[in-house]
């Protein structure tokens, strides 16, 4: 009798990337979490009982809502030449420190996790933390930090930002400039700089190419805006995978 094959292909753990919001709402700022040795998402229903006379003793409970978090362990490092903690571990060690000694919402920042192979999974989502613990190892060894963000209102679904190399464009700061241009336009959106490369060949102010740009991270770069004529124009990135589509956020309006 003929064995029946595999039909399906468990996911690695390791197949998970976790991005760290570092700007100033209504920025956006999306760089990886390096040197993850353990992630783990947990969401949990919360609910409280529900039960009724008629239940007869049985027990019965309603859910009320729901909480989630990330655990995790850290490596952390340093750039090679030693002399400076790395910028996102930084970052998260500084936001705790907020937290400790101060206001928990002045501590928020925003988080992605997403399947690095561009997987819709089921679990590709954002949302808004805080670190909620940071544990320093003990004894021997090199340093890996126990740590929790935990999550502040939704956990929201999103498309993974991997499954298509496309880039976008989110946002821009500012959004106006004068028609003689001249002006830095900080360009927010997604795609460019994929795995560290940046891969932006044009951005453009309507018909017009920026007079230089440069590339900050996978989903910032800045531009030179060109001269223009009074009126709104879309500004969009252009590499070897497409150019971002036409939104509302992508607006820039051009001042007599």
């Not at 995790?72 to 500084?94: E, M, P, Q």
């Not at 679904?157 to 003689?180: Q, R």
């Not at 700089?193 to 453009?204: A, E, I, R």
């Amino acid at each position: 009798m003929a064995t029946t094959p595999t039909t399906r292909v468990t996911s690695l753990a390791r197949s998970h990337r976790l991005d760290v919001d570092t700007a100033v709402y209504p920025a956006v700022n999306y760089e990886q979490l390096m040197g993850i040795e353990d992630l783990k998402l947990i969401e949990e229903v919360r609910v409280e009982e529900d039960e009724v006379y008629n239940d007869n003793g049985a027990m019965r409970e309603t859910n009320t809502g729901y909480s989630w978090r990330l655990e995790g362990k850290l490596a952390y490092s340093t750039n090679l030449a030693g002399s400076a903690v790395d910028t996102i571990h930084a970052f998260l060690r500084t936001r705790f420190k907020a937290h400790r000694t101060g206001r928990v919402e002045n501590a928020e920042f925003g988080i992605r996790i997403y399947n690095r192979n561009g997987l819709d999974d089921l679990h590709n989502c954002e949302g808004r933390v805080y670190v909620k613990s940071w544990t320093m190892p003990g004894g021997k060894g090199r340093d890996a930090i126990d740590i929790v963000l935990q999550g502040q209102g939704q956990l929201a679904d999103i498309v993974n930002p991997v499954a298509s190399l496309v880039p976008t464009v989110t946002g821009l700061d500012p959004a106006t400039g004068a028609a003689a241009g001249g002006n830095h336009v900080n360009v927010y959106g997604s795609h460019f700089k994929p795995n560290g490369v940046p891969s932006v060949t044009d951005v453009d102010f309507g018909a017009v190419a920026a007079d230089d740009f440069t590339v900050i991270s996978d989903s910032h770069l800045v531009a030179t805006a060109p001269a223009g004529s009074a009126g709104i124009v879309q500004v969009t990135v252009t590499t070897a995978d497409g150019t971002s589509a036409n939104t509302a956020a992508d607006d820039y309006t051009y001042t007599a």
